[in-house]
């Protein structure tokens, strides 16, 4: 009888750890695969920032539909499994700080990728060796890959995916992202409206950082100099995505008190001239400069938009190589 309840009660035992190992696994799941909303841009620009562009989709957009439809490998693919989603670009500090960061957040699915990811980086960084370079700042985990060819700092917060130009960008972005704002006014103040729009942002001018910004862009059309820009304050845009594969906006420029009406239409026609020389994948850009009375405005129509995907698809299948290289070096 004694054996007989030792042998019960451990059974009983054994039971009640298997359930509530069960209902752990089950909580557990639900939190890992639940929605985070996407990071709000204005949340990581304070009045160190100067220039930001934020891109958010959402699984109804008409620029989604397009680049689905066009693309035979994606022609089954669920848009509400990985959005909506936003990609937010970041030009932030002064000086020798300065720097870039690319946060991208995914709102369905996005905390068990990023647990995925943060665990890969982590056990990347615990390995050591000369390929992986772990920096702890904040909470966070920054991961480098010197000696790969793998250029920038990385690290993973929830549903949220984080790039940067160099190991200070990245700390900031840290920093940012845990409430750590410098107090006042903000390029934020120049963006259109508040409205959430496909693609919107500003850049200031500052140290240069509108001809920098500006430079990024395909081709050599926007490769201004500062005297290209001079009496500008600011750029601000606001883009929305349309049906039958087009987008269209307006483009702002904030100009300095002192700056002549004429002066102000020669540099808003040149720019909007430049604009619509850029030329990505299969998208033809249209312009039209006109004046209001306290800034100089671009309306932007793109046609052939959903060709910027085969734009995408090439970075991420390069991406995908260098994670492949990674594993076959081991790191």
Known sequence: MKARGI???????????????????????????????????????????????AMRLSPGDPLVGEIL???????????????????????????????????????????????????????????????????????EGITSFPGTGIEGHVFVRGNTFVWSSGLDAARRTVDLMNGALAAGETIARYAPDPAPRTLSGAIAQRDGALAGALTFLPGEALDVTAQDTEGIEALSFGIDAQPGDAAAGEIHLHFR??????????????????IARVAVGGMALQTAPRQEPERGVIDLTA???SSTGAELKAWLNEAFRWLQRLEAEGV
Do not use: Y
């Not at 359930?19 to 204005?42: D, G």
């Not at 957040?105 to 960084?125: C, H, N, Q, T, Y």
């Not at 008190?257 to 430049?274: F, G, I, N, S």
């Open 7 to 53: 042998v019960i009660g451990c059974s009983v035992t054994a039971l009640v750890i298997i359930v509530v190992s069960l209902i752990a696994i089950v909580v557990t799941w639900r939190r890992m695969t639940a929605r985070i909303p996407v990071q709000q841009p204005v949340a990581l620009v304070d009045a160190q920032t100067r220039g930001f562009a």
């Open 69 to 139: 439809s066009r693309n035979p490998d994606l022609k089954d693919v669920d848009p509400n499994d990985f959005l909506p989603a936003s990609i937010l670009w970041l030009a932030h500090g002064e000086g020798t700080a300065a720097g870039h960061s690319l946060v991208m957040s995914v709102e369905p699915r996005g905390r068990m990728m990023g647990f995925i990811a943060d665990v890969s980086l982590w056990k990347a960084g615990r390995g050591g060796g000369d390929h992986v370079s772990r920096v702890e700042h904040g909470g």
């Open 257 to 274: 008190d002192d700056v002549p009406a004429e002066r102000r239409a020669a540099v808003t026609a040149d720019l909007a001239a430049r």
């Open 303 to 305: 046609t052939g938009v």
